[in-house]
Nanobody, 128 residues
Framework: QLQLVESGGGLVQPGGSLRLSCTAS????????IGWFRQAPGKGREGVSC????????KYADPVKGRFTIWRDNAKNTVYLEMIRLKPEDTAVYYC?????????????????????WGEGTQVTVSS
């Protein structure tokens, strides 16, 4: 069983930066590919970034490419999402989740499908 907890959200001005953390409060992250998702008010949840088992594979959604960076420290049981040059349209609740596909437990791949063990989310608000 895996339990994920997100942290690091807050209020930031446009152009500012935040670093989100996804930590396993129960279980270990090193058996899973991890994805970051966000849900803005009135919109559906969208995949933002994901990272493979050992961190060799990463993916980014087009709106965040060049501004967000994902990495993981399995020794700290944590996946990070560094966000720079934030825009008002980045305002959302950000969630992390684990990839439940068995193949991602042996291959360094990731996607935004078949996710589970969702955290409660952390609010990111970009506003002046």
């Amino acid at each position: 069983q895996l339990q994920l907890v997100e942290s690091g959200g807050g209020l930031v001005q446009p152009g500012g930066s935040l670093r989100l953390s996804c930590t396993a409060s129960k279980g270990t992250l090193d058996r899973y590919a991890i994805g970051w998702f966000r849900q803005a008010p009135g919109k559906g949840r969208e995949g933002v970034s994901c990272i493979g088992l050992r961190g060799a594979t990463t993916k980014y959604a087009d709106p965040v490419k060049g501004r967000f960076t994902i990495w993981r420290d399995n020794a700290k049981n944590t996946v990070y999402l560094e966000m720079i040059r934030l825009k008002p349209e980045d305002t959302a609740v950000y969630y992390c989740a684990a990839d439940l596909r068995l193949i991602t437990a042996v291959q360094d791949i990731c996607s935004y499908e078949d996710m589970g063990y969702w955290g409660e989310g952390t609010q990111v608000t970009v506003s002046s």
